[in-house]
């Protein structure tokens, strides 16, 4: 700033100075003018053009925007703030000669207070400009997750417990951990959002700040450790009454080289002995990204940022299943869906179908589940499935943005509950507007790109299973110990999904001494699982 202030002066300064090229960049916020009475140049300002949005700071003291562009702010180089000085001023000389006339000693004498005050007019507009937000930065964000919600073949979302408790490292950092806030063991919602990483690339060390609102869920776990987590809830006449969930994590380190980060001592990720998905996230070429925890003056390492949290709200895909087990998908939302994947894993044997895209508004009779050797299935044993739809799904994710090792990252964290577990269920890409709107991110300074690919997970309890539920516990009701042991196995092996199921198989009966033992049966059976990712 200060070079090309001070080359302005001299320009402008030097008698018969030459016109400075125009090299096109845009920015020609000034102008210099004749104005008339001999050689009489003045310099004026030209009113500078507005920005399309203002930032503005709510309580946390967090940059925003007006809704229209919500989730991005301006950042960027100094070169970028402020006007380019070769198109800053054009002179146009008045070709009569010069006198020597008063007149002629008077347009001299307004020569020079002309320049004077132009020179203090444009210290204080570059200091304007240096003030303002500023332009997208020189660095890359890219962000996967996952949004899982319960059905019924109706086609209804259930309320599920989105489970006691995932079997994370002892490192992150949960709600339950914090008086009167909301904890994932407590809530029973439509839609569980898991692992959401945010990954940089930055070509220099840098500072970011990430803000991200959940306005219709609960942020509940996350790492590193956040500057602001805003009250999940309030209380009201002794209810909870949700409010807007929000995570902030401020003055956030990105380190483009690990030398960087071995020259400061700060090398070590955080490990933990127990088995946990969360560690394939790091297999990537991101960027590091160092935290500073003002309470008690320490720093975290990690390659990303990571949350969690549970919300009950529609996703844009409803799937069904009819008396014939024909599958049938309808988008319900405003943008097309892409990349379907129909799964259907039973008895170490799987089975998948592909829709590449699905319109707004309409609905496809896909698939009979009972057919799976028809041709538009593609049927394998369980560890070549794995390999087949994996590889299906990851190339997906590319074609959506995400780098290839990203998107294999993503794929190795759910791999077995995606590709393993048994059931019926459909993974899709959500569209890039809906995401924004249920989890809107800001990061500051505003990248110059942002990648964010979430997958939508319908996991489909069929009519058989809930029959099949329905009857073992009506068994097991009258005393018989076999059926018992087999309801129990059952649950088991439905695993987080086995309270959806309980649902739809306690909604055949209006028995309350039934509906009493089989959920007393699930309790037990539940106190006694182990933890599900």
């Known amino acids: 700033m200060k070079t090309i202030f001070f080359d302005l002066i001299n320009t402008w300064l030097q008698p018969g100075g030459q016109k400075p090229q125009n090299n096109g960049n845009g920015f020609n916020r000034f102008r210099r003018r004749a104005i008339s009475g001999g050689a009489n140049v003045g310099i004026v300002l030209k009113e500078a053009q507005p920005f399309t949005a203002a930032p503005t700071v709510n309580p946390e003291g967090i940059e925003s925007f007006s809704p229209a562009v919500r989730g991005t702010s301006y950042a960027g180089s100094i070169d970028q703030k402020i006007p380019c000085p070769e198109r800053v001023a054009q002179k146009r000389l008045d070709p009569r000669p010069l006198t020597t006339s008063k007149s002629a000693v008077k347009s001299r004498f307004t020569f020079h207070v002309s320049h004077i005050s132009a020179i203090v007019a444009l210290f204080v507009t570059a200091i304007i400009f240096l003030a303002r937000p500023s332009h997208a930065s020189n660095y890359t964000a890219?962000?996967?997750?996952?949004?899982?919600?319960?059905?019924?073949?109706?086609?209804?979302l259930l309320s599920w417990h989105p489970l006691q408790s995932s079997e994370l490292p002892k490192f992150v950092y949960s709600t339950k951990f914090i008086p009167f806030a909301v904890s994932k063991t407590g809530l029973v919602t439509l839609q569980r959002l898991e692992t959401p990483v945010i990954y940089f690339y930055a070509k220099e060390p840098m500072k970011v700040d990430v803000d991200v609102s959940f306005p219709k869920g609960f942020i509940t776990e996350w790492y590193p450790q956040l500057t602001t987590l805003n009250p999940t809830h309030t209380v009201m006449d002794g209810n909870a009454v949700q409010t807007e969930s929000r995570a902030i994590w401020r003055d956030l380190d990105i380190f483009p080289d690990i030398r960087n980060a071995l020259q400061l001592g700060t090398n070590q990720l955080p490990q933990d002995t127990a088995s946990s998905h969360y560690f394939a996230a790091r297999d990537t070429s991101a960027n590091l990204v160092r935290a500073h925890i003002a309470t008690n003056n320490s720093t975290e390492l990690e390659k990303f940022i990571f949350y969690r949290g549970a919300g009950s709200f529609q996703t844009p895909l409803r799937v069904t299943l009819d008396t014939n087990s024909i599958v049938t998908v309808e988008n319900t939302g405003a943008q097309p869906l892409a990349h379907l994947f129909l799964l259907n894993i039973h008895d170490g044997r799987g089975a998948f179908a592909v829709l590449d895209e699905l319109a707004s508004s309409n609905s496809v009779h896909w698939q009979q589940l009972s057919d799976t050797a028809g041709e538009h299935w593609n049927r394998f044993d369980l560890p070549q499935f794995k390999t087949q739809i994996a590889s299906q799904v990851q190339a997906a994710l590319v074609s959506?943005?995400?780098?290839?090792?990203?998107?294999?990252a993503m794929v190795n964290t759910w791999r077995d509950s995606w590709f393993t577990e048994d059931g019926v269920r459909v993974l899709y890409l959500l569209p890039r507007p809906w995401t924004?709107?249920?989890?809107?991110?800001?990061?500051?300074?505003?990248?110059?790109?942002?990648?964010?690919?979430?997958?939508?997970?319908?996991?489909?309890?069929?009519?058989?299973?809930?029959?099949?539920?329905?009857?073992?516990?009506?068994?097991?009701?009258?005393?018989?110990?076999?059926?018992q042991a087999q309801a129990v196995s059952e649950l088991k092996h439905l695993g987080r999904f086995a309270g959806p199921a309980m649902q739809l198989a306690m909604s055949h009966t209006t028995n309350s001494t039934l509906i009493t033992f089989s959920y007393q049966l699930y309790s037990q059976q539940q106190s006694t699982s182990p933890k599900f990712e």
Not at 458 to 467: K, R
């Open 400 to 408: 959506t943005g995400l780098y290839a090792d990203e998107a294999e």
């Open 142 to 156: 890219h962000e996967w997750g996952t949004f899982t919600s319960v059905q019924g073949g109706d086609g209804n």
């Open 436 to 483: 924004d709107e249920i989890l809107p991110l800001t990061l500051t300074p505003r990248p110059s790109e942002l990648t964010r690919v979430m997958v939508g997970r319908a996991e489909v309890v069929t009519t058989q299973t809930e029959t099949k539920l329905f009857q073992l516990m009506s068994t097991a009701q009258t005393g018989d110990t076999n059926a």
